[in-house]
C-alpha cells in the first residue's frame, strides 16, 4: 500500500521559515524512479502547483510565485521529499500536499499517481 506522509506544517509568522518532509513508502517502484512534487491548497481556492522534482538527476520545477522563496530536494535513501520554504507570507497559508508520478517532474496535479493527506501551513501576519 502506497502511503506519503507528509509533516513539517504548522503556525508561523510571516517572514519565518518551515522545512515539510514527506516520507513515501509501498511504491511500485523504488523511490528514486518517482518524480516528486508538492501542491498547495487554500480555503476557497483550486489546488495549485508549487514545485517539483524528477527522478535521476532532481531536474526542479517551481511556481514562479514561490521560485526565489522555496527548494525542493530529495533524499532517495530515506525516501523523502523536502520543500524548504522561506520568508513565508499570509497569502501561503494552505494545506500542502506531496505527489509522487514516475520520472518526470509535472506541474499538473492530474498526472500525479499517488497523494499524501497534507499538511497545514498558516502564516499569521
Known amino acids: 500500500q502506497v502511503q506519503l506522509v507528509e509533516s513539517g506544517g504548522g503556525l508561523v509568522q510571516a517572514g519565518d521559515s518551515l522545512r515539510l518532509s514527506c516520507a513515501a513508502s509501498?511504491?511500485?517502484?523504488?523511490?528514486?524512479?518517482?518524480?516528486m512534487g508538492w501542491f498547495r491548497q487554500a480555503p476557497g481556492k483550486e489546488r495549485e502547483f508549487v514545485a517539483a522534482?524528477?527522478?535521476?538527476?532532481?531536474?526542479?520545477e517551481y511556481a514562479d510565485s514561490v521560485k526565489s522563496r522555496i527548494t525542493i530536494s530529495r533524499d532517495d535513501g530515506k525516501n523523502t521529499v523536502y520543500l524548504q520554504m522561506n520568508s513565508l507570507k499570509p497569502e501561503d497559508t494552505a494545506v500542502y500536499y506531496c505527489?509522487?508520478?514516475?520520472?518526470?517532474?509535472?506541474?499538473?496535479?492530474?498526472?500525479?499517481?499517488?497523494w499524501g493527506q497534507g499538511t497545514q501551513v498558516t502564516v499569521s501576519s
Open positions: 505527489a509522487a508520478t514516475p520520472f518526470f517532474a509535472r506541474r499538473v496535479s492530474d498526472e500525479y499517481d499517488f
Open positions: 509501498g511504491l511500485t517502484f523504488t523511490f528514486s524512479r518517482y518524480a
Open positions: 522534482i524528477s527522478s535521476r538527476y532532481g531536474s526542479t
